[in-house]
């Protein structure tokens, strides 16, 4: 019998590689001659590089960078030597979790210290960069992460812009002189699971500038600063990418992506799961098992179990959700190549109990599920 086991990370408790490894010690307490292969997944999202690094036996590395803010991060980034691919998340670099809630600012934080880490794959050699852009804390159109990479952005009087989305608004000419030309010659893959334009009701500004820190006000005077810094882009660069789906990704850090760099947006978990192998995993596999952490009507919109589910389905092999929590129209994906889904706790705890008791929990779980399994095949 082969199963395959291809979850994401339980968000505060376990990474989506500790989720696996309980798994399959619960699993092979009634199968112990079952082959059980372990695929961490995620979908472009925190852990993206953890989940690609211990399936493909890749390197950490960590570089120097700017925060958000300016103040300097030790940011983690993948490496894959066999094919010359960097992963980088740039909540890394970017990430709304290294600034305070109360220093919180989406008018002046900065994509900068993403676009050195960018800087940092090609002095390593990279020909093809994926970019995981969720948890973003930024919303300047990814103009930080370009002037990093050789942008300069300039105002009426000739001077550099001061850093984030507002100050855009002061933009005034483009010098693409020094814009690094490796950049030319590598394959640039975004991961994500946000199909917004950059600017309009649906746009950065609007959706995500308000978790940033954004008044009302702000979110109205970025949005234009967007769309004034997408025209000056459009005049220079000869294309116009404002309202091309995941332009506004990570506060417009997509925008900047897709219109300097060529890149390619793919679902994130699609582009794990090709990193993984986890096709050539499901197939002539018995049953997957895939998790997250709380299962809801919104792993439609690309999370993990989602993605996992559409490969299976190719193969006809049956899918069954493990999740931290079972929440409010998880039976939607039932139509989506979902068989079952359980919760890992059997009675009342608190979050804090449930996340420390997480490998217990899902060892539990899933020898239930074997044997349960065990008695159909009777």
Known sequence: MKIVIAPDSFKDSLSAQGVAEAIALGLAQVW????????????????TVESILA????????TRVRGPLGTP???AWGWLPHNHTAIIEMAEASGLQLVPTGQRDACITSTFGTGELIRAALDAGAQRVILAIGGSATNDGGAGAMQALGVKLLDAQGQALLPGGLA???LAHLDLS??????AQVRFDIAADVNNPLCGPHGASAIFGPQKGASPAQVQQLDQALGHFAELCAQALGKDVRDEPGSGAAGGLGFA???FLGAQFQAGVEVVAE???????VNGADLVITGEGRFDAQTLRGKTPFGVARIARQYGVPVIVIAGTLGEGYQELYGHGIDAAFAVTSGPMTLEQACAEAPRLLRERATDIARVWQMTKR
């Open 32 to 47: 112990p001659q079952a082959t059980l292969v372990k695929c961490p997944m995620a979908d472009g999202g925190e852990g």
């Open 257 to 259: 992506a897709k219109a």
């Open 73 to 75: 991060v030790d940011a």
């Open 55 to 62: 399936a493909c036996e890749g390197e950490q590395r960590r």
């Open 275 to 281: 990193l993984v192998g986890l096709s050539g995993a």
């Open 178 to 183: 020094d814009l690094d030309s490796r950049l």
């Open 168 to 170: 855009l608004a002061q």
